[in-house]
């Protein structure tokens, strides 16, 4: 049985637990191509290249292979899970490129992440929270479902009843006034 991707979340719980409890490799292909997908344009909408973006994918779902058994349904959804694992790759893989090679190591504690660089991640996460909260609330609730809710635009028209146009309409109206908001700061 496929899931089709406006299966209720249950459906991926479901397979989680196929996964987890037998092992079931068609489970975790359905699961597999349902998000890596998903998660590749994640990773390379917030920075990553390509063929970075696609290691960590493939690191990411190993990992939920082998980590199924910590799946807690009552604590995350199946997105949520899939893609804070996806995120931590993501960390990992920055830190080993950044990663000295072995003899320009120095001796002594590691270094604090440079002062200037956490402010300035700071302010960016703040000015977009400002610049989201600005948006119409019905541009702002489609952002809001196609970036933090890991949903097609087809699931999105599915989930409100909107027109797949008006949705795609609102969601471009709403990133062009983010990255003008984004200039500005």
Not at 48 to 62: D, K, Y
Not at 83 to 90: E, Q
Request: charged letters at 30%; aromatic letters at 6%.
């Amino acid at each position: 049985m496929a899931l089709e991707a406006s299966e209720p979340v249950a459906g991926w719980v479901d397979q989680m637990t196929r996964i987890r409890d037998q092992q079931d490799q068609a489970a975790f292909v359905e699961l597999f191509q349902h998000f890596a997908p998903r998660v590749k344009g994640f990773l390379m909408r917030s920075g990553l290249e390509a063929a970075l973006a696609e290691e960590c994918v493939q690191e990411a779902m190993a990992t939920v292979w082998h980590k199924a058994h910590l799946f807690d349904p009552s604590r995350a959804s199946v997105a949520t899970w899939v893609f804070t694992i996806a995120r931590n790759k993501k960390i990992d893989a920055l830190r080993r490129q950044r990663r000295p090679e072995p003899e320009e190591l120095t001796w002594g504690p590691e270094s604090e992440p440079d002062q200037a660089d956490v402010l300035v991640l700071q302010e960016e996460t703040q000015h977009l929270g400002a610049a989201l909260a600005t948006l119409p609330a019905k541009q702002r609730e489609l952002i809001e479902k196609a970036y933090f809710g890991d949903l097609t635009h087809s699931e999105i028209a599915e989930q409100t009843g909107l027109p797949l146009g008006t949705i795609k309409s609102r969601i471009r109206l709403a990133l062009e006034r983010l990255r003008h908001s984004m200039k500005q700061k």
